[in-house]
């Protein structure tokens, strides 16, 4: 059986040209979903405030009037249920969904000018996530004594700070079980006992001194395999998920380290970083 034909060019032109003067999200999100890399609920939802009120306005969104900004201000601001003004993330995750939508438009050749061009958006409200308690923690690792390589990727991140990226590329060359020292990014790291334990722990469960020598220590690809496993054990363990930048957040918290035992480059970042966590000081400019 042949697979169906794609869509014509000028077929997909005036599907997307009928369902934008239509108004018609539901004709429109399929067309564009994978284009616009964005679940169709969510599209949905950031879309769906300025749809209904361009219909009921009479407004072209495929060519917007000239005062299109101004009238925009209304259905960003508007809340799903009742009264108000929607928060800044909610206005913003609107704006940046319809803009995303009109770069499609563009790059299709449906129409020649941006319409949000120039258009100021709010800034983000940022709200800062919840630390673990120490209890929390404690019980975490408690329940991840049976996968050794949670237990010490977690134990590490708690106990010394250590940031995913370089928790992921850590190879066995940068551990010398002797004296329990760590190579890190930027120092090296003698490891308190609990620190120095899970990874001899892992390193026997690796295989021990004869296993590869060039073996990565964490079996881990990306942030999110760590995160997934962390949840996975949370659950078990009857606490609050918490992604390791909360529990790294946690351990500036809960422990006092120099330097070299967080990994950092002196003194002055490590107060910088403590301050981040504790919420004393603002995110540094990217």
């Known amino acids: 059986m042949n697979p ?4 014509h060019p000028d077929e997909r032109a005036l599907k997307l040209t009928r369902a934008l003067q239509d108004h018609d999200l539901d004709t429109l999100l399929p067309l564009l979903e994978d284009v616009l890399r964005w679940p169709r609920k969510q599209l949905y939802s950031n879309l769906r405030p300025i749809f209904a009120a361009a219909q009921q306005d009479g407004v ?21 249920r009742g009264p108000g003004t929607a928060k800044s993330n909610t206005i913003a ?3 940046s969904t319809l803009s ?5 438009l563009m790059d299709e050749g449906l129409i020649l000018r941006h319409p949000l061009r120039g258009l100021e958006r709010p800034p983000p409200l940022l709200t800062p996530d919840p630390l673990p308690t120490q209890e929390d923690v404690v019980r975490l690792l408690r329940h991840a004594e049976d996968d050794p390589a949670l237990h010490a990727a977690l134990t590490l991140i708690y106990h010394h700070a250590v940031q995913v990226p370089e928790l992921l590329a850590l190879r066995w060359p940068a551990f010398l079980h002797e004296d329990g020292t760590l190579l890190r990014r930027r120092t090296v790291t003698r490891l308190d006992e609990a620190s120095s ?3 001899d722990r892992l390193l026997t469960s690796a295989g021990g001194p004869l296993s ?4 990565r220590i964490f079996p881990y690809t990306h942030n999110d395999d760590l995160r997934a496993r962390i949840f996975q054990v949370s659950r078990a363990a009857g606490v ?3 992604n390791p930048a909360q529990l790294r957040k946690a351990a500036l918290r809960d422990f006092v380290f120099t330097p070299d035992q967080a990994g950092s480059l002196g003194e002055q970042t490590l107060e910088l970083v403590r301050a981040l966590a504790e919420g004393l ?4 400019k990217p």
């Open 4 to 7: 169906p034909n794609p869509m």
């Open 60 to 80: 072209n969104l495929l060519r917007p009037p000239d005062d299109f900004q101004a009238w925009l201000q209304v259905p960003l601001r508007q809340t799903v």
């Open 93 to 95: 995750a609107r704006l």
């Open 100 to 104: 995303r939508l009109y770069n499609t």
């Open 197 to 199: 334990r899970a990874l």
């Open 212 to 215: 590869d020598p060039q073996g």
């Open 240 to 242: 609050p998920f918490f």
């Open 281 to 284: 000081a603002p995110d540094p």
